[in-house]
């Protein structure tokens, strides 16, 4: 019976120790990681980032129509002078504003390029990717029922 208590005990012993020694590892990575500096935020977006003149190309998300709708966007380094124009002549401003990684765009009413006869607003929300302009845009038909609004994946090349 005595070899077993002292069985027993050593075996408790280095139980004890070895848990000693995980929490004391376990802390000095614990604080090796607090230490370890963070990765560096990527650059946030400028609008003179985005300042140019760009070809953008938007095209529906589902459906049967998958035409493109093709317009050349005037970018400026500030809020004040973003243009749309279209083939047909029409100019369309743009209200402006960055969020994050993206530029976010929207228009006044104006007389869609889709839908003859028809009024429309859109909004945006681009950003910078390989040199071009991707994201979303959606469009909002006026008076139009249950196809009131379209979805399209935006693209643009920067002009030279």
Known sequence: MH?????AIAFSSVLLLAGC????QATTDSAAAM???APAPAPALTLADLAGTWD???VPESGADTMATTYVLTATADTTGWMIAFPSGVKVPLQVSLNGDSVMTKTGEFASQRKKGMKVWTESALRLQDGKIVGTSIAHYMKAGADS????????????
């Open 21 to 24: 020694a995980k929490k004391e």
């Open 56 to 58: 953008v190309r938007a």
């Open 3 to 7: 070899v077993i208590t002292r069985v």
């Open 35 to 37: 230490a370890a500096p």
């Open 149 to 160: 609004v379209l979805r399209l994946r935006t693209e643009g090349t920067k002009k030279p």
